[in-house]
Each structure stands twice: as structure tokens, then as C-alpha cells.
């Protein structure tokens, strides 16, 4: 018995090419493909905005979909309509998100879902009462969180009950083994897995059928999918929807879960040090004692830490919490994606495209109304400042502008990333080669080019603005390879803003314009520092420049001229400043390898004058 599911997602707003090139490669010719057998049952989930883009962009696939359906060859699964990691959002959010899931699929499927994808396959325990509320009967996870339990790899070969104060969950898990086997091994290997148990429970992303890499040509050109479908009717495995076993099977017994994800997003979810030593702790276990012992008590993070390894992902989390407890809107939900909050072997945090999407949807949440507002936003114990005049909005913390939006435009221009340290960047994960199959992209060698390692510069400190620097004499060199160390500021008064450390006085009016004033109180050189992100850093103007590599000025004023939002942002000085200008760009890993990503530019300011900095920050 084979129960085989697929899940698709596209990041709401998503980049057009990249969801055309989705359907391009995998979509259309999978549902072209498993039309053919409609023999063969399985189950399918796709998320909610994607379903939408189907039905007005595919309509092709749309009507696959419903007709597998309609045949009896396909259930169809619910989920977060936006795909949110469920235990990351309100509940009454999350009950929204599958609720208007569900009314999708039973308004053009006539098909009430009594499954439910989770999101990454991120569980716990105060999911249940959720999913008692929106009548899903079952959700799909990962072995790995049984093994974690507890139990062991051949007692899963059914579902389980779980409960949270009385409401129950049925839960399937997921086989490991056929994760990184279909559609990767040879078919012949797979079927012969599969006939060596008495159930075997498949689900995994759609995309590995024609987007990861090298999958187009094997999975299609070579056309594993056709021979494995007919060799698997040939073979007479039986297959079926999870729905229907569940109808017709009993439950293996009862089990409660660990907080926990799939293990690769465990250790994605360590900070770089730890994943490190995970490994090395994994390889001198040696895989086969790995697996059959250590797997169970030798575990990484939970999905929630990618909150303390990355601090923008947890602002962008906690404005969404902010947002939620004032209203509710489709954009609070898009925010809810669960994308941009985490990064692994997709670039997930790292693609500024998807940041700006959540920002924009930030904008469309925010209240417009001018006001000050002082709390502590992102729930580390100090308070952030929030300030809204004439459509702009601002964030200070620790004297420094953490957001800056532009409310009318939906963009914050402070939106820039810290470049990090990321395990990947210190090992080279080489892959045996295999002539009977391909990779997945768990197990493919990537190595780092010589210009991507010239690009490896790693922050001591956020990319804010607004950032103070004291030191005896300043070089481009350690400017541009971050070597400058911040001054902290505390908040002292709000009308005006003031901010105050030992050596320095920083004060912010908003009238027209943001002025402010720096007091220095040392005998050091001082500096300022401004990080800036735009959604085209190439099609930027900088002094009626063009910026591609580093950049110098002297003067007083710097005029932006931003493509995108059509606006001109200006930097005035009461005194001569050098300017110094570098590249934010970090090295990631992606399912195609190592990629550069511009991140921002950042503005290094030496003023003539030490003593008393005056300026003022314009948008136009």
C-alpha cells in the first residue's frame, strides 16, 4: 500500500517569472503526466494563493485538478490559506487562514478537506484545538517526529491518535527514506522499497518533479514519472488517499509529539556554530548508529529559534503579532506567510523581494494617523519608538532607525539584512555520484566561487541607520569590511526624541523633514552611519550617480533618486562630510547553489565638525 501525497507553494506575490517557471517545469507536465493513470489515487495540497493563480492564470491545470478529482483519483487537503506556520500566529488567524482555505476548496471542488498540510511540517500540541475548530480530521508529518517521541521506524506504518485537553487529531508520518527516494532512485530501487512494507506514507513538495535541480530532464525528458506509475500498476501496488485509509483503517495507538519540524529544518534552525558541531557529532556517531539511535536523542532547534538566529525575521514577526491584535485584513494574513521568516536550503529571509512584500503588506496594515508610540516591539525587554508623520513612518531603538516607510509607496527603505556567518559557508558538502539516479537537494555538493568569496564580510552589528561610530582615525578599508564598532544609546525623552550614552547626545524632531542634532562628547573622531535598502540597487542614483562598487563624495548633501518608488531621498549636512559608500551583499546557499544578493548599500559619513553633527532626512 502506497499513500502518496504532493504539496505546492509559491510565496504570495512571488516574483512572476519565478511562478511561471514553476508551472513551466513542474506543474503543468505533473498533472499532464498523472492524468494519464487515473488509476492511481493521491493526495495534493497547494496553498491558497497558488491555487488562486491557477484557477486565473492556469486554468489548464485547474481543470486537471478537477477532473482527478471528479474521477475519484484525487483528494484534495486543506491548510493556512497564506501558509503560515500555524504555531507561529494567533489562533484565531490560524483558524481564519484554513477556514477560507476550506471554503475554497468546497466552493469550486464541492470537496470539504478532512486533512491538513502543515507548513513546513512544523507541530505542536496547540494546533489540535485549532484544527478541532476548522472539522480537520488529520494531519500529515514527518517520521522524525515520532523517532523523536520515541518510537520506532517500523511501527510507523499506519496513523496515530494525539490530544490536546480532549480534542483529538489523527497524524500520518511521512517515510524519510521515500522523501530522498522519489523521485531521485532508480524505480526499479523504489518499487522494491515499497514492497518491502505493509504501508508506505509519501508527502512531500510538488516542486521536486520538475523545479529542483536536474529533476526537469529525469523526471520527464527521461520519464521517471511515467515508469514509475506504470511499473507501480504493473506490480499491482495498491494506492490510495489518506482520507479513504483512514476511513478504512484503525489507529496504531496513541502518540504525543515533540515541538518539532522535519529534521533538516531542525538543523537549519541551529545557529551556525551548533549545526557545525551537530554534524560532527553525526559523523562520528557514523550514519548507521545515527539513525537507529542517536536520531532519536541527538536533536537540533525548534523552528521558533530561526527568531533569535536572525533578528529581522523576529521584528518582522513581532510587527505581525502588533498588527494582528489591531485588526484583520488580507494583508495581515499574506504577511503570515511563513516564507520570509526563516532560510535553509531555500533563500527564504535572505531574498530581499520577499521582505518587501512583507514590509508592503506592514504598510497597507499600519494605521496612518500621525502619533508617537513607545513599547517594546520585538519583545526583547527595551522599548522601540514608533513615529507616524505625513505618511512616513519611522522606528527608532538604541538611537538607531530600524524601519523606515514610506506608507504611501508600501516600501521601507530600511529593510536591509546583517551579513552572517551560515554554516554552509565553511564546508563543502561533496555528493557521491550516483549513475542510477540524481540528488536531492539535501544531498548535492555546492562549492563557493571565487567572486562569491570575495563577498563573504561578516557584521558585528544590525544594518540600521542612524548608527554612531567613535574611533581614533576611520580607513575606507575597515569601513568597507566592517570593522567599526557601534555606540549604544539609551532612550531619554520622547518630545524630543532624545537618545543618550557617556559619549554621545543624539536628538530627533519631525517637522517637515527628520532633524537631528549629535552631540559628541569625546576626544575621537566620530562617524555616522546609514544602511539603506532599494528593491533595484543598480538602477539607484546616487549624486546623479549610478552605484556598482564602492563610491566616495565630499559634501554636504547626498540626493537618491530611487527607480522604484519614484522618490528622492536626501541626506543633508550642516558641515562637509566624506561620504563613503559599499555594497550589502551576502553569500547564500539556494537549491541552485551559492548566490550573491544585494542586501542595501551602506553610507559611511565623516564630518568636518566632530562636536555637533546637524542634519536633516528627506523623502520627496
Known amino acids: 500500500m502506497l499513500l502518496f501525497g504532493v504539496h505546492l507553494h509559491q510565496p504570495p506575490d512571488n516574483l512572476k517569472e519565478v511562478v511561471d517557471k514553476a508551472f513551466e517545469l513542474c506543474y ?51 491548510g493556512g490559506f497564506y501558509e503560515p506556520i500555524l504555531v507561529s500566529i494567533p489562533q484565531e488567524d490560524a483558524v481564519f487562514q484554513i477556514n477560507k482555505l476550506n471554503n475554497f476548496l468546497t466552493y469550486n471542488f ?74 531521485f532512485r532508480d524505480v526499479d530501487e523504489t518499487l522494491d522499497l515499497l514492497e518491502g512494507r505493509s504501508v508506505n506514507i509519501m508527502f512531500d513538495d510538488g516542486e521536486k518533479f520538475g523545479l529542483w535541480p536536474d529533476t526537469y530532464d529525469w523526471v520527464y525528458k527521461k520519464g521517471w514519472l511515467e515508469e514509475f506509475l506504470e511499473k507501480l500498476l504493473e506490480r499491482g501496488i495498491e494506492t490510495n488517499t489518506f482520507g479513504e485509509f483512514l ?84 494583508a495581515l494574513f499574506r504577511l503570515q506567510s511563513n516564507d520570509v521568516y526563516w532560510h535553509g536550503i531555500f533563500g527564504g529571509l535572505y531574498l530581499a523581494n520577499l521582505r518587501d512584500n512583507a514590509y508592503r503588506c506592514i504598510c497597507e496594515c499600519e494605521d496612518k494617523t500621525d502619533r508617537v508610540e513607545v513599547k517594546d516591539i520585538d519583545l526583547d525587554g ?16 538604541q538611537g538607531n532607525l530600524i524601519e523606515f516607510d514610506d506608507l504611501k509607496n508600501r516600501f521601507n527603505f530600511q529593510n536591509t539584512l546583517m551579513r552572517r556567518k551560515e554554516h554552509y559557508h565553511f564546508k563543502v558538502y561533496a555528493a557521491a555520484k550516483d549513475e542510477k539516479g ?25 544594518k540600521y541607520s542612524f548608527i554612531d561610530h567613535l574611533k581614533d582615525n576611520f580607513t575606507f578599508e575597515d569601513f568597507k569590511y566592517s570593522r567599526l564598532e557601534r555606540e549604544i544609546l539609551g532612550l531619554k525623552g520622547v518630545n524630543p526624541l532624545v537618545f543618550e550614552s557617556d559619549s554621545l547626545g543624539k536628538e530627533f524632531k519631525f517637522e517637515n523633514d527628520l532633524e537631528f542634532l549629535i552631540e559628541v562628547e569625546s576626544n575621537k573622531k566620530y562617524a555616522v552611519e546609514f544602511n539603506l535598502h532599494f528593491a533595484h540597487i543598480d538602477e539607484v542614483l546616487f549624486n546623479d550617480k549610478f552605484f556598482k562598487d564602492d563610491l566616495t563624495f565630499i559634501g554636504k548633501n547626498l540626493r537618491i533618486i530611487d527607480d522604484f518608488t519614484e522618490r528622492e531621498l536626501v541626506i543633508s549636512m550642516e558641515d562637509i562630510c566624506n561620504m563613503w559608500f559599499v555594497r550589502l551583499d551576502t553569500v547564500n546557499i539556494t537549491e541552485d547553489g551559492f548566490e550573491v544578493i544585494n542586501q542595501g548599500v551602506s553610507i559611511l559619513f565623516i564630518p568636518n565638525n566632530t562636536k555637533a553633527v546637524r542634519g536633516s532626512l528627506c523623502l520627496k
Open 28 to 78: 503543468i507536465p505533473l498533472f499532464e503526466t498523472l492524468r494519464k493513470y487515473p488509476e492511481f489515487k493521491f493526495s495534493l495540497h497547494v496553498s491558497g494563493w497558488l491555487f488562486e493563480e491557477i484557477k486565473g492564470r492556469y486554468k489548464e491545470v485547474f481543470d486537471y485538478i478537477k477532473y482527478l478529482r471528479y474521477i475519484g483519483s484525487l483528494e484534495l487537503l486543506s
Open 382 to 397: 527595551e522599548d522601540e519608538v514608533k513615529v507616524v508623520r505625513s505618511g512616513l513612518l519611522y522606528v527608532f531603538k
Open 110 to 183: 464541492r470537496s470539504m478537506p478532512k486533512g491538513l498540510w502543515l507548513a513546513e511540517r512544523v507541530w505542536g500540541d496547540n494546533i489540535i484545538p485549532i484544527l478541532s475548530k476548522c472539522g480537520i480530521e488529520y494531519v500529515i508529518v514527518d517520521d522524525y517526529h515520532f523517532i523523536c517521541a520515541g518510537f520506532k521506524k517500523d511501527e510507523l506504518n499506519g496513523y496515530f491518535l494525539s490530544e490536546n485537553n480532549g480534542d483529538v487529531v489523527k497524524i500520518f508520518p511521512i517515510d524519510k527514506d521515500l522523501r530522498y527516494a522519489i523521485p
Open 438 to 462: 540524481i540528488k536531492t537537494i539535501h544531498e548535492k555538493g555546492y562549492a563557493i566561487d571565487e567572486g562569491a568569496k570575495s563577498k563573504l564580510i561578516f557584521d558585528t552589528y544590525p
Open 247 to 330: 476511513n478504512e483503517n484503525r489507529p496504531k495507538g496513541l502518540c504525543y509529539l515533540p515541538n518539532c519540524s522535519y529534521i533538516e529544518m531542525t538543523k537549519w534552525a541551529l545557529k551556525p556554530e551548533d549545526a557545525v558541531e551537530y554534524n560532527r557529532i553525526v559523523d562520528a556517531l557514523g550514519h548507521d548508529y545515527f539513525e537507529d539511535k542517536g536520531k532519536r536523542l541527538i536533536k537540533g532547534a525548534t523552528w521558533k529559534n530561526f527568531f533569535l538566529k536572525y533578528h529581522e525575521s523576529n521584528y518582522l514577526h513581532k510587527r505581525m503579532l502588533e498588527l494582528s491584535k489591531r485588526s484583520k485584513s488580507d
